[in-house]
């Protein structure tokens, strides 16, 4: 069995067990990705490492889709170290509150992903043992990767040193 | 024909102060390297042999803020870093001097978003800027001149009253 065989094998096997909670499966230049509702993404994460061995959390990030229903998007790119088969499995969250529950717990490298999606996209990761910011400082009080962010930042909203003048 | 050989052995020499001091600052101008990004390779160039600032006096790159006497900031410069160089240049004795290195350092260049200081002209009195992306050792070196120039002009020499 090739590799696509083997992908299209991992698809169906979610689709089976979780039904209309796969609500999309497309594909684009050979990557296959899952788009899978809000309140079934970790089980459905979780059923793919313990049985279908994806092991490997490639990557973790946000989008920002900038639609009016469901804007935010969190996708998870993840690898079968036993098959090979590379993985997008995705999930939507609505504007208004977006809280994504954590992916910690199945793989512990999501950690930082999580708090990187939280500081750029404002999305909130329910159960992450340590919720802050990674880039921006601690007191920032926006999400930069949101659409509606003016590129060069919010004036004044990040501290400069202070220059002392020159003494002569 | 020496110096020596003119005065014979029993003359002496008067200058004024200001131009022995100045003539001392201009030609041992160490450099603090702030390197930050890629314009960091040029500033390397520009200590090594084939472009070799010690010509200048300014070769012995000092990481220390206490001993140097140029800043050297080479790169896009971030508001988490700019806290940091502020730091540093707050550090280094006065008289002292500052180079903006490359686009990034003088307007921020190609980084123009949220989290890139757009210049550090922002928190740094910057002397000269100089042009490139990244500039070529001699941009820095025609820089460095410039400063020697600005310090052979100064009148440093105060008397109290």
Excluded at chain 1, 110 to 117: I, K, L, Y
Excluded at chain 2, 139 to 156: G, R, T, V, W, Y
Aim: proline content about 6%; some cysteine.
């Amino acid at each position: 069995m090739d590799r696509a065989a083997k992908k299209e094998a991992v698809v169906k096997a979610i689709k089976e067990k979780f039904g209309v909670a796969v609500r999309d499966v497309s594909e684009y230049t050979g990557d296959t990705k899952v788009l899978i509702a809000l309140d079934s993404i970790h089980d459905v994460l979780l059923f793919l490492r313990d049985e279908h061995h994806f092991v490997y959390l490639t990557d973790l990030f946000g989008a920002d889709r900038f639609t009016s229903e469901d804007r935010f998007e969190v996708i998870y790119n993840i690898v079968s170290l036993k098959t090979g088969v590379r993985l997008f499995v995705k999930t939507w969250c609505p504007e208004e509150n977006p809280v994504v529950p954590t992916a910690t717990d199945i793989w512990p490298g999501a950690n930082w992903n999580e708090r990187e999606v939280w500081d750029m996209f404002g999305i909130r990761f329910e159960g992450h043992p340590d919720h802050r910011r990674i880039y921006m400082p601690e007191d920032y009080q926006y999400h930069p990767m949101r659409k509606e962010f003016p590129l060069l930042g919010i004036p004044g909203s990040i501290d400069l040193p202070t220059t002392t003048p020159d003494t002569e | 024909m020496s110096l020596e050989h003119s005065l014979k052995n029993n003359g002496f020499l008067t200058t004024s102060l200001d131009f022995v001091t100045n003539w001392a600052r201009a030609n041992a101008l160490w450099p603090m390297p702030m390197g930050l990004a890629c314009c960091a390779i040029e500033m390397m160039a520009f200590a090594g042999p084939k472009y070799d600032a010690s010509r200048f006096g300014s070769e012995v790159m000092r990481f220390s803020p206490r001993q140097s006497d140029v800043m050297i900031v080479a790169g896009w410069c971030t508001y988490k870093m700019s806290h940091a160089i502020r730091r540093i240049w707050d550090q280094m004795p006065d008289p002292k001097w500052c180079i903006a290195m490359g686009a990034c350092a003088s307007t921020g260049g190609m980084h123009r978003c949220y989290g890139v200081v757009q210049g550090v002209d922002n928190f740094l009195p910057v002397d000269v800027y100089v042009s490139g992306c990244p500039p070529r050792p001699d941009a820095l070196l025609n820089a460095l001149m410039q400063i020697q120039d600005k310090i052979k002009s100064e009148h440093s020499t105060t008397l109290d009253a």
